[in-house]
């Protein structure tokens, strides 16, 4: 049987995450109250759990006819905010797409994505290319560590995009 990876237009570009307990934790507004309105009017306010999220998403699997089978997955963005989802069926509107928590999926991506690196060049133009760190300390927008020249030790000054290490 045809998995639906085979169809889908992000294959390239799609890295999907195994363990749904870590995928869980990076979306945005776990532990916190969260108040779900129902049709007939009545809600229920509660704490969104991991396991909220996850129990709710075999549940639609089995309502689809499934086994409780869930690919969790990030569509990495060029603008670093990444789309994250987890499809629960075969049809095409069979999936969730909840917001994620920036730095902790950019975490993610970081760990079961492809490994990435960008050309750097210093002001006295020397020119090298290292692996994508990420940095909790830094102040860089992209969550980067900063870059310094293996030569003279000064900070990167032109940085290439970042690509898939495969492809230098
Ligand atoms: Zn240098």
């Known amino acids: 049987m045809a998995h639906w990876h085979d169809f889908n237009p992000w294959a390239d570009v799609i890295v999907y995450v195994p363990d749904l307990e870590e995928f869980a934790s990076c ?3 776990i532990g916190r109250l969260c108040t779900r309105l129902y049709p ?9 759990t991991i396991e909220h ?9 089995r309502n689809r006819g499934g086994k409780g089978h869930l690919d969790a997955y990030i569509l ?8 994250i989802g987890v499809r629960y069926g075969r049809k095409p509107e069979d999936y969730f797409s909840p917001m994620g928590n920036r730095a902790k ?5 970081h760990k079961y994505g492809p490994k990435m690196v960008r050309d750097h060049e210093c002001p006295n133009g020397h020119k090298w290319t290292a692996e994508v760190v990420l940095s909790e300390h830094t102040q860089n927008l992209s969550s ?10 000064r900070r990167a000054f032109i940085s290439s995009p970042a690509r898939a ?3 230098a």
């Open 76 to 83: 990495p963005q060029p603008s670093r905010l990444h789309d």
């Open 165 to 167: 290490k495969s492809h």
């Open 53 to 61: 999220h996850i129990e709710n998403w075999k549940l639609c699997s």
């Open 40 to 48: 007939d009017g009545t809600s229920e306010t509660f704490i969104q």
């Open 27 to 29: 979306i945005e507004g």
């Open 144 to 153: 980067e560590a900063t870059q310094w020249c293996p030569k003279c030790n």
């Open 105 to 109: 999926v950019e975490a993610l991506l």
